[in-house]
């Protein structure tokens, strides 16, 4: 069974530029979740979809994040302007969602490195 | 009350030793608490998981115990071996239906010496 995909892998960009990161989910899985990773800290929640449909976004800076998930499958986190502080990985997983609740394992990608100079 | 706070920030083992690591929760509407293996380079994965119904569980050389009434929960790793190097996060979770978002620790740098 394919993985989670992201890429690009690593992106440089200068502080007001704009970048964008792609996921491909495993196949079937309903919920896909974003996270972005400061170096040093554990991964913090910025968005999570169930199907093509948003069902937490509480975390992400609305004003410079976006993210789409259109057909409910493949999706894309958008920063715009970046940030000197958006220096991060960002990880995208995702889960199968059997409706049970809590507990249904979430499969992360490897991630993108995103450095802002 | 959403945080989830983990010690140590890293630890030494000798291989063949025990490590372990310790997390500590506040809300206790959490009902769902997993660990995550990290390697460089690499996303995060699924290690263990545990639900508040049970106090231990065990796999292989891995084992969460888990106190509701301290709302602590601690890994150990018996039998430490240098591939467990590794960074652990510990999380917690909770609801119902799709709500899955995990908070995460900020994780433990394990180095198991040869």
């Known amino acids: 069974e394919a993985g989670v995909a992201q890429s690009p892998r690593y992106k440089i960009i200068e502080k007001r530029q704009s970048v964008a990161f792609w996921c491909n989910p495993i196949?079937?899985?309903?919920?896909l979740y974003w996270y972005q990773q400061i170096l040093g800290q554990g991964p913090k929640l910025l968005i999570q979809?169930?199907?093509?449909?948003?069902?937490?976004d509480s975390q992400l800076p609305k004003d410079r994040f976006s993210a789409e998930r259109l057909k409910g499958v493949d999706s894309t986190l958008k920063i715009q302007p970046a940030k000197l502080e958006d220096s991060a990985v960002y990880l995208c997983?995702?889960?199968?969602?059997?409706?049970?609740?809590?507990?249904?394992?979430?499969?992360f990608g490897p991630g993108t490195r995103l450095l802002v100079l | 009350q959403q945080q989830v706070k983990q010690s140590p920030q890293s630890l030494i083992v000798q291989k063949g030793g025990i490590s372990i690591i310790n997390c500590a929760y506040e809300?206790?509407?959490?009902?769902?608490f997993p660990w995550y293996q990290q390697f460089p380079g690499k996303g995060p994965a699924l290690l263990i998981a545990i639900r508040p119904d049970v106090s231990e569980k065990k796999e292989g050389r891995f084992t969460i115990s888990f106190n509701k009434s301290a709302k602590q929960f601690s890994l150990h790793i018996m039998d430490s071996q240098p591939g467990d190097s590794a960074t652990y996060f510990c999380a917690a979770g909770k609801g119902g239906g799709s709500q899955g978002n995990l908070i995460f620790g900020k994780g433990t740098k394990l180095s198991v010496k040869p």
């Open positions: 979809f169930q199907n093509n449909g948003v069902v937490d």
């Open positions: 997983a995702s889960s199968l969602d059997l409706g049970s609740g809590t507990g249904e394992t979430q499969y």
């Open positions: 809300n206790t509407a959490f009902d769902y």
């Open positions: 196949s079937g899985h309903a919920t």
